[in-house]
């Protein structure tokens, strides 16, 4: 009983995650983090057979992070699902086959646009606009196709994952809290859901963070010295 959804903007992907740990009717945890940040702009959120979905997303996330030591560049959404969705593949061909679905949302720095993928356990890789995995997908697509709109700003995406987590809440038995997280061109940010506007905490943070940094580039005023008394 897994549930996660993704939603693209005009400059933003919104990833959102239940935090559900358990075996059929059995609940073990309700503060499971299943979204992992594999870079500077570029997150996942994931589900399955639990073993498998703690091993996969390490291994992702150390790839990701050695292929940016290595070439002292994060490496760009597109190229990361390539690999992903290869490494699924190649998996599913073995004899220890990843039981993982997940989607990959991320901000491309070069073009200045945001990319979301839905990704199966098979190795199946799509570019879509909103997506959702586990049986949060049953309920949450068609408010999503109603909802959803193209080059939508940041509340109006969220207000459709509120929807989605509402329908939720009110057509499945079991009782979901959802971890969200939003990319864009500052980073990864974590929203509080709870909040009427995740928002302006992070835009506080960000005008903080630039002044620190205009504050860092600015050379210090030099005072004249005083000549000393004769």
């Known amino acids: ?34 979204i992992k940040v594999l870079g500077p702009h570029l997150a996942m959120a994931y589900g399955g057979e639990p073993g498998d979905t703690n091993n996969f997303a390490d291994f992702i996330e150390r790839n990701v ?11 760009l959404p597109h190229a990361a699902s390539a690999w992903i969705r290869r490494s699924l593949a190649d998996s599913l061909r073995s004899r220890r086959p990843y039981a993982v679905n997940l989607l990959l949302g991320g901000y491309d720095t070069t073009s200045d646009e945001p990319h979301l993928y839905w990704i199966d356990y098979l190795g199946t890789k799509a570019v879509v606009p909103y997506a959702a995995h586990g049986f949060g997908q049953l309920v949450a697509l068609s408010t999503m196709d109603k909802w959803w709109t193209e080059g939508c700003d940041r509340h109006e995406a969220l207000d459709v994952l509120r929807k989605c987590i509402n329908e939720v809440a009110i057509r499945l038995t079991v009782k979901f809290d959802f971890n969200c997280i939003i990319i864009d061109k500052s980073g ?4 509080d859901l709870s909040s009427e506007d995740p928002f302006a905490k992070i835009a506080a943070e960000d005008a903080e963070k630039a002044a620190a940094e205009e504050q860092l580039a600015t050379p210090p005023t030099q005072t004249p010295a005083v000549a000393a008394a004769a």
């Open 188 to 191: 990864v940010h974590k929203l």
């Open 65 to 75: 992070r050695l292929y940016h030591i290595r070439h002292n560049s994060a490496l």
């Open 1 to 34: 009983m897994e549930c996660s959804f993704g939603i693209s903007g005009k400059d933003f992907v919104l990833l959102a995650s239940d935090m559900t740990a358990g075996r059929s009717i059995l609940q073990f945890k309700s503060d499971e983090n299943k």
